[in-house]
């Protein structure tokens, strides 16, 4: 009987102490999902729930709730970066990376997964890291060990031998091999199967070659058709979505064609990649920032000269082509392989894809509901709405006006929490 009634009060303590309402008053909110910006915002909050959101008009404000006002600022939903790499280190590139191990690369990843979410990143797709590092990133922020953002990854990518995602930098008496290396459609299901069995939650291959990795050429198609349609095949089977690192022309179509839900970077796109994206309801992840890193701090943290030369070249036709798949109307997610350049300037790709051909609230919608659609979240995340979880973000001033507010984000609530707050 005693137990009963400690249980009880236990329960009745829990439940009361949790039902903490927080509102958030602005002067602006960012109604992704319509393409509108509200005036007198009130977003309210349960625990890690959004309950209301609306107009101050319309939202009645529960009189227990602890209100923040924040005035002059603007709320948006929490941003979603589709293609980073937290464990990896911007400043070691090339030979430079072989001296990491998987232990020191994982603490680095701690470290990036704080300066993630600070910037304003309350969701991450992690589309490549070696030994499952990433899942125990991931499980160490959901058990509220560290700080992070929530994340999506991948394991280890899946690649060719000798192709991208394989590791060329040593001589053959090394036998260095990538963990994600399969090459054949029944192989590339094992992979598959192996990176869920470790806590995989997308896909990720590479399906043509690319600028960091030696001795790959970028505009080459790395898996056949059949690889990579038993792969996406195997993924979507287990309920997965698949991203394809492709530069190439051949290999951005191949893998359009094999059902892929995201193609990343797109570099060498043609007209008919852009129909065959059309038809397919494929997403593109353009990382049109990271070309301006590459060139001008790369040499120094290591990245080889081929890469360079590569870089050249491929990050003018990739902006080019940013610009054609936004006019033709494909659905774009951000994506900043952040990882190649430093963790918490996600935000700086804002302004470039606003400079290459969309508009302020397209590139919102790119880095908030789009994503979440693309990993199939739309009924929990990607727009502030009554239902979703709390993952808010707030910036002085109006974003639609200067895009680049988004390069410094004042305040950053993440399931409910307010994890940053300058205004505070
Ligand atoms: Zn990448």
Redesign the pocket.
């Known amino acids: 009987m005693k137990t009963i009634i400690t249980l009880l009060a236990l329960t009745l303590g829990a439940s009361a102490a949790c039902a903490k309402t927080t509102v958030l008053t602005a002067d602006r909110m960012i109604d992704v999902e319509n393409g509108k910006l509200i005036t007198n915002a009130v977003v309210v909050m349960e625990d890690n729930t959004i309950v209301a959101a609306g107009t101050k008009r319309s939202v009645t404000i529960p009189s227990d709730a602890d209100v923040m006002e924040l005035g002059d600022y603007t709320l948006m939903p929490g941003l979603m970066d589709m ?3 937290l464990t ?1 280190d911007a400043t070691k590139h090339g030979y430079k990376r072989l001296a990491d191990s998987l232990p020191r690369v994982t603490l680095t990843g701690v470290k990036h997964a704080e300066a993630t979410l600070m910037a304003g990143f309350t969701t991450v797709r992690n ?2 890291a070696p030994g499952f590092a990433d899942v125990a990133l991931r499980d160490a922020i959901n058990d509220g060990d560290i700080q992070g953002p929530r994340m999506f990854v991948s394991g280890p ?1 899946l690649g060719v031998t000798g192709g991208h995602c394989d590791n060329n930098l040593l001589p053959y008496e090394f036998h260095t091999v990538s963990e994600g290396v399969a090459d054949g459609p029944w192989a590339v299901r094992e992979i598959v199967r192996r990176n869920i069995k470790y806590g995989a939650t997308v896909i ?1 291959f590479c399906g043509t070659g ?1 600028v960091l990795s030696k001795g790959t050429k970028v505009g080459v198609q790395q898996y056949t058709f059949e690889e990579m349609q038993a792969l996406v095949d195997e993924a979507h089977m287990r309920g997965l979505t698949v991203a394809t ?1 492709a530069h190439g022309t051949s290999g951005i179509k191949t893998a359009i064609k094999a059902g892929v839900d995201s193609v ?2 797109v570099s060498l796109l043609d007209e008919e990649g852009i129909e065959l994206a059309l038809e397919h309801g494929t997403y593109f992840s353009m ?1 049109i920032y990271v070309t301006e890193y590459i060139l001008s701090e790369g040499e120094k943290a290591g990245i080889l000269e081929e890469s360079l030369a590569k870089e050249r070249i491929v990050g003018k036709r990739q902006r080019e082509n940013f610009q054609k798949a936004v006019k033709a109307g494909v659905k774009m997610v951000f ?1 900043s ?1 952040a ?2 350049y430093p963790h918490g300037d996600n935000g700086k790709q804002f302004a470039r894809m606003v400079r290459f051909g969309m508009t302020p609230m397209q590139a919102i919608q790119a880095a908030t509901i789009h994503p979440a659609t693309l990993l199939k979240q739309q009924e929990t995340l990607g727009s502030i709405r009554a239902g979703k979880k709390a993952d808010i973000v707030g910036v002085k001033g109006n974003p639609l006006d200067d895009i680049s507010l988004l390069e410094n984000v004042g305040l950053v609530v993440k399931d409910g929490h307010i994890v940053k707050s300058v205004a505070m």
């Open positions: 293609h980073v790499h990896s589309v490549g990518s990720k690319g690192h990343e970077h990382d994506g392989d990882g190649v």
